[in-house]
């Protein structure tokens, strides 16, 4: 959804039409990333990725069939068989895909995923899925969005996950779905070297913003910009370097704060941390030494770990072995 918002903006200022689509429900494609999602144009032309493109010739369909006065329509697409393979999908499935013109959409809207920044979407569709009112919420910052207070409330709960998703509710009015986009976690790792650069790849791969810095001053400005997104990775022993860094990420918000190094290092910082006045609570916050034990080797494993750490930290969860596990494996 985040990089239709450029495009989005454009159509707007030239006055074009196009329709949004993303799910409502679905159930089976396997993995896939919740952010998903497609702007219509006036041609039929698709941008944007949902299902691989699979249905984007249903959808383009679809959405030309939408009548005047109407703001919704939710269609069925399903994927079986032979069209999974062509469509390079783990597995089949089926979904209901909401419809929207991009009129409907608030400017807003785009303009937060633009920027980058945590921003959620709230829409209301109707018990005949035909209208759909949309809203967006952003963190507590003051600004009180005219919606269900407490669609309102989760909408922020999500954001603060720091995980993009969508969930739905149902009313006796009609569905709510939640979009919540907080801003693209942004790994700033305090220090160079091999594993530097494997931690910038690994980021990539998941979407992740990602900044190798050599000084804390460059280090701290980057902490400051958004503290919410930032993830502290510190991999230099340089006390004129890792302490306030160290110092800045614990009294400054920033989302996760984790350090290399061995547990003589580790007490080294800590101490070193508490003579500027930080307490157990701050210090409790540091992962260190870091990453989940995954029997990490190689610098290449070293940065899974990593990241697998800074994930699970994000989303608030407990590293668990899924096949222990009951119930779904799903977010």
């Known amino acids: 959804m985040r990089e239709l918002a450029d495009t989005a903006r454009q159509w707007a200022a030239q006055g074009r039409t196009g329709v949004l689509a993303r799910p409502v429900a679905e159930q089976g494609f396997g993995p896939r990333r919740p952010s998903d999602a497609v702007l219509i144009d006036e041609g039929g032309h698709c941008h944007g990725t949902l299902y691989r493109g ?7 369909t679809e959405a030309a069939t939408l009548t005047a006065g109407h703001t919704a329509r939710v269609c069925a697409v399903s994927v079986h068989a032979d069209e999974v393979r062509r469509a390079g999908l783990t597995c089949g499935g089926q979904a209901d895909v909401l419809l929207q013109p991009l009129a409907a959409i608030p400017a807003r809207w785009w303009t937060l995923l633009a920027e980058g920044a945590d921003a959620a979407l709230i829409t209301r569709l ?18 009180v969005p005219q919606g269900p207070v407490q669609s309102v409330e989760r909408a922020r709960e999500l954001l603060a996950r720091r995980r993009a998703g969508r969930e739905t509710h149902s009313t006796d009015a009609g569905l709510v779905l939640i979009e919540s986009f907080p801003a693209v976690p942004h790994l700033v ?18 979407d992740w913003r990602a900044t190798v810095t050599s000084t804390a001053q460059d280090t701290v400005k980057l902490l400051a910009d958004r503290p919410a997104a930032a993830c502290l990775i510190v991999l230099s022993h340089e006390p004129d370097v890792d302490i306030p860094v160290l110092r800045a990420a614990l009294t400054g918000g920033v989302a996760y704060v984790g350090a290399l190094g061995s547990r003589r290092t580790q007490a080294r910082r800590a101490q070193a941390l508490t003579e500027t006045g930080l307490d157990d609570t701050h210090l409790g916050r540091i992962h260190g030494p870091i990453g989940l034990d995954l029997g990490a080797r190689t610098p290449a494993e070293t940065a899974l770990a990593i990241c697998a750490e800074v994930l699970a930290a ?12 009951s119930g779904p494996t799903g977010p």
Do not use: N, W
């Not at 699979?54 to 383009?60: E, G």
């Not at 790792?189 to 690994?202: D, H, R, S, T």
């Not at 668990?320 to 596990?325: A, D, K, P, W």
């Open 54 to 60: 699979v249905f984007d010739a249903h959808l383009a």
């Open 126 to 143: 109707d018990a005949d899925r035909t209208r759909a009112v949309s809203i967006v919420a952003a963190p507590d910052d003051g600004t």
């Open 189 to 206: 790792v305090a220090g160079g070297g091999e594993l530097a650069e494997l931690l910038v790849a690994q980021a990539h791969l998941l």
């Open 314 to 325: 994000l989303d608030g969860r407990e590293v668990r072995v899924l096949h222990e596990e």
